[in-house]
């Protein structure tokens, strides 16, 4: 007779029951704000309550950094109207793409529940390898071959790091600081204080690797790129979830899988729209730069990694809960170590960019270097990935590393405006002069910095766009 509830008339509620229906409901709205929306939703309208509901419980995901980029724009925009040029907008673009590429090795760390400080010295390690290896007057090695000699030594570096992580339990905070010190030594002792240049117009393996960051598609080939990719994207994402609805599976409603196809159109379309644009005081410079390319690449490869495949699956999974992982059969010390193998081969694809982007090496690019660090975490950390592991994508480190690069970028212009230059086109978009510690000035007849120029163009120099960033 206890088990009955006892009410004090037929219109109230029985004793002990007058809670229960909110605790199940704010349970079951917990328990749905741990479940990806897709997975709950069967129509536009329930996935964006689902989502809503994530952004509700703390789990904004790429939002806040989608906001940034918003909010520097119109600030930046209303500071000064040619702050959304074609120019200045293929100018960040450009610029981030290094920062990008570093967030995204700085997460195959993090999402293990470690982190990486060396970075931004790997990337150093790669970029000085390359541009050693292709000098005419030293081992003068084919191109290719400078670059996977480049990525191996970067991936031999990591597997050592991951080694001591991994196998004799050392904290990745203690090892890859020594590996960034290691580094920075071995930097010293290799450029011994000289310059490293890759601007010798005269040099086929030179001039391949100096328009990685400075060379261009034809307009024309940029659109067909556009048609490939988002075709063969799309056509992949429709098809995967129409595989798992004939199979029975939890799929996105097709309402969501069209927007998302429909937002990556209109992204395309408006980024080749915008390279398209002729960004030359002198000439012509307009089409898609080839490191935008080399970017996609890098992410599209880095993400099917670690969503689609099995490995992915495990580094998720020792992120969330190691021991649960381990007794689940997981390799974990295997999966910590390839985690920094890809985090410092990924970081030697930076490298490559950077020694493109910067044409010279000298033992400044140290102090640079460090600073890349806490940036490619950053970007990391504010696109969503956890410092605890377990968690995040590489899309949003992307996205953070583009809206960092652009406030930051944005904040030295204002500088220079303070300075006394009034406005983005005197102080960002100025044509660059070799100095004369480069090659380019002290071989003018020979080496040049801009003054080649592809095949079927008119005679008219290339123009460096200045980059208003911190000096190195």
């Given at each position: 007779m206890s088990d009955i509830p006892v009410t004090a008339g037929p219109g109230e509620t029985p004793t002990g029951?007058?809670?229960?229906?909110?605790?199940?409901?704010?349970?079951?709205?917990v328990a749905r704000a741990e479940v990806p929306p897709e997975l709950l939703a069967q129509s536009l309208g329930q996935y964006l309550r689902a989502w809503w509901l994530q952004v509700r419980s703390g789990n904004s995901g790429v939002l806040p950094v989608v906001l940034g980029i918003v909010v520097v724009a119109v600030s930046f925009q209303i500071a000064d109207p040619k702050f959304l040029s074609a120019q200045n907008l293929v100018n960040l673009f450009e610029q981030s793409t290094v920062y990008m590429v570093l967030a995204i090795a700085e997460i195959f760390a993090l999402l293990l529940g470690e982190i990486d400080l060396s970075v931004?010295?790997?990337?150093?390690?790669?970029?000085?390898?390359?541009?050693?290896?292709?000098?005419?007057t030293g081992p003068n090695w084919p191109w290719w071959a400078a670059v996977i000699a480049a990525l191996l030594a970067c991936a031999a570096f990591g597997a050592i790091q991951g080694s001591l992580?991994?196998?004799?339990?050392?904290p990745s905070f203690?090892?890859?600081?020594?590996g960034l010190l290691v580094l920075e030594g071995v930097a010293i002792i290799v450029l011994g204080g000289s310059l490293v240049g890759i601007g010798n117009s005269h040099a086929p393996n030179e001039v391949v690797l100096y328009n990685i960051f400075w060379g261009w598609f034809d307009p024309v080939v940029g659109w067909i790129?556009?048609?490939?990719?988002?075709g063969a994207a799309g056509a992949g994402l429709w098809l995967r979830d129409a595989s798992k609805r004939r199979h029975g599976l939890e799929t996105p409603p097709r309402s969501l899988s069209a927007m998302k196809i429909v937002l990556m159109t209109a992204a395309g379309?408006?980024?080749v729209a915008i390279c398209n644009v002729n960004r030359a005081h002198v000439g012509t410079i307009e089409g898609i730069p080839y490191i935008i390319p080399i970017v996609l690449v890098v992410l599209a490869t880095s993400t099917l990694l670690l969503q689609r495949t099995r490995f992915g699956r495990y580094v998720y999974a020792i992120g969330g809960n190691p021991e649960a992982a381990r007794r689940a059969g997981v390799r974990v010390p295997w999966v910590r170590t390839w985690g920094f193998v890809l985090s410092a081969l990924t970081s030697g694809i930076a490298g490559v960019l950077f020694a493109s982007w910067q044409v010279s090496l000298?033992?400044?690019?140290?102090k640079t270097a460090n600073s890349y660090v806490l940036l490619a975490v950053a970007a990391a950390v504010i696109g969503g990935t956890s410092l605890f592991g377990g968690r995040g994508k590489t899309m949003h480190g992307v996205l953070a590393g583009l809206s960092?690069?652009?406030?930051?970028?944005?904040?030295?212009?204002?500088?220079?405006?303070?300075?006394?230059?009034?406005?983005?086109?005197?102080g960002c978009y100025s044509q660059r002069q070799p100095s004369m510690s480069s090659p380019a000035a002290a071989r003018p007849a020979k080496r040049d910095v801009r003054g080649r120029r592809p095949a079927g163009r008119l005679a008219t120099p290339r123009l460096m766009v200045k980059r208003c960033s911190p000096p190195i």
């Open positions: 029951m007058a809670e229960a229906p909110l605790a199940v409901d704010l349970t079951a709205e931004g010295l790997v990337m150093v390690l790669g970029g000085v390898v390359v541009g050693e290896l292709v000098q005419p992580v991994a196998r004799l339990k050392m203690i090892v890859t600081l020594g790129l556009l048609a490939l990719l988002v379309i408006a980024v000298t033992t400044n690019i140290i960092s690069v652009a406030s930051t970028t944005a904040s030295i212009c204002s500088t220079c405006r303070a300075s006394g230059l009034t406005s983005w086109s005197q």
